[in-house]
């Protein structure tokens, strides 16, 4: 039946995540930097900036954030024998101002030659120190890496839970550290297939809400919703373009499911593949100007590109017989994808595109849904391990790993935000 591998993918995605998450670093890099981060001193807050800036900083193939001592406390006299073995060291301070608000300050240190690499402060609302530990971080991150740092920015998932004794589907923001939960929609129906728009405003996704599947756009400010396409068959696979000005998509509306673009103001609608296979799972080049796809046109799943202005289609993809639900880094060199070469393994792999390497990255039999940090430089994914459910971290080598933390029920389809515009 042409529909099967259709089922393959979703029962791989529907099979992850059965229990709690855990958070655990489970791969890093010799050649990583040792950083120490001090608890700031001065006025406290719910958690200690220094200790947020840590975990973070650990959530980077470039740092090797060192653990303070159990019980440090950045009210007295620090002792700084911990930090012996650091390459970096962070100093910070807060202080409660006349109107209410914080002012953050901090340094970044070479500990050996005590060179100041950063002395910045900032001012922020009470409510805000969360905000300001991931901004600190990024600063941190550009600073010694020269590329622009991904602490501020987001994860968007579908979440499986039970309420009542009933099954019921969210649809979950979070931020990259995986903290700080918040629905951005309920629903007795399933949720599928999450996407984000380039400025990080508005989500896409296929509900059920209606008995059918059904393609909405939803504002995250006002949470306002809008149904882009109900027609009959599949609605699926939503994907924005570069410019937040279409969405390509799958549609069965003529009888096959086919790659379309439509229009988000005006509703035109384009047909780009005509081909008896099934095609699905779009995605966009960063010039707007080709998709990649799924296609089993070669007779079993594997990853194409088509040119929107000639419909010139060539496949990407050609080691294993399966390659599914890619995504494109950033910067179009390398494909991240779901990969089973016939050991019934489903593992994430990358192909660098300007040279066909192919490296599977991944040692799980089930993981899924690859998705590329704005910056390029790491992936999260869903995968399963011993029973649990975890979404992952990793950099493009797979040679840095970690877990993020619970999240009540089951979790899937994770997608990483680009950059708040």
């Known amino acids: 039946m042409q529909y099967k591998w259709i089922g393959v993918c979703l029962m791989v995605l529907a099979g992850l995540a059965k229990a709690q998450l855990t958070i655990e670093i489970t791969q890093t890099l010799d050649s990583a ?13 719910d958690e200690n900036i220094g200790a947020i800036i840590r975990s973070n900083l650990s959530h980077s193939d470039y740092f090797k954030a060192l653990q303070p001592p159990e ?19 962070v100093r910070g301070s807060a202080e409660k101002l006349a109107d209410g608000r914080l002012r953050f300050h901090y340094t970044l240190l070479e500990r050996g030659s005590g060179d100041v690499l950063l002395d910045d402060a900032l001012v922020a609302g009470t ?20 590329e622009r740092g991904f602490f501020t920015t987001h994860l968007l998932y579908v979440n499986e839970y039970t309420r009542n004794g009933r099954i019921r589907y969210r649809l979950g923001i979070s931020d990259m550290d995986g903290k700080r ?11 599928l297939a999450p996407s984000w728009s380039p400025d990080s405003r508005r989500i896409s996704y296929v509900s059920f809400e209606s ?5 909405y756009i939803q504002e ?3 949470r306002k919703r809008t149904l882009l396409t109900d027609f009959a068959g599949l609605n699926s696979a939503p994907s924005w373009s570069p410019d937040g000005e279409r969405m390509a998509l799958t549609l069965s509306r003529d009888g096959n499911p086919e790659i379309y673009v439509i229009d988000i103001a005006t509703r035109e609608l384009t047909r780009v593949t005509n081909h008896p296979a099934i095609d699905t799972e779009p995605r966009w080049t960063a010039d707007g100007k080709a ?4 296609s089993d046109r070669g007779g079993g799943p594997q990853i194409y590109r088509v040119t929107l202005a000639t419909g010139e289609t060539r496949r990407l993809t050609f080691n294993g017989r399966f390659n599914a639900r890619a995504d494109l880094s950033p910067n179009g060199r390398y494909l991240a994808m779901v990969n089973e070469n016939g050991d019934g393994q489903y593992r994430i792999a990358i192909q660098d ?8 990255l991944t040692r799980s039999p089930l993981d899924a849904s690859p998705s590329f940090a704005p910056n390029g430089r790491m992936l999260v994914y869903a995968t399963s391990r011993k029973g649990s459910g975890v979404l992952a971290i990793m950099s493009l080598d797979g040679a840095f790993r970690l877990t993020l933390p619970p999240v009540e029920g089951q979790i899937r389809e994770p997608v990483w935000s680009p950059y708040l515009r």
């Open 353 to 360: 595109l300007t040279n066909g390497v192919v490296n599977r």
């Open 211 to 215: 008995g059918k599947p059904a393609v």
């Open 71 to 89: 019980g440090t406390d950045a009210r007295v006299s620090q002792d700084e024998g911990w930090t012996t073995s650091a390459d970096l060291l």
């Open 181 to 191: 939960h918040v629905t951005a929609l309920d629903s007795a129906e399933p949720i």
């Open 220 to 222: 995250l400010a006002t």
């Open 33 to 45: 930097r040792p950083i120490a981060v001090l608890p700031f001193t001065g006025q406290q807050v």
């Open 127 to 146: 409510g805000r120190w969360r905000d300001v530990a991931h901004y600190i971080s990024d600063r941190i991150y550009e600073k010694m890496t020269g």
């Open 291 to 294: 998709l990649i796809f799924t």
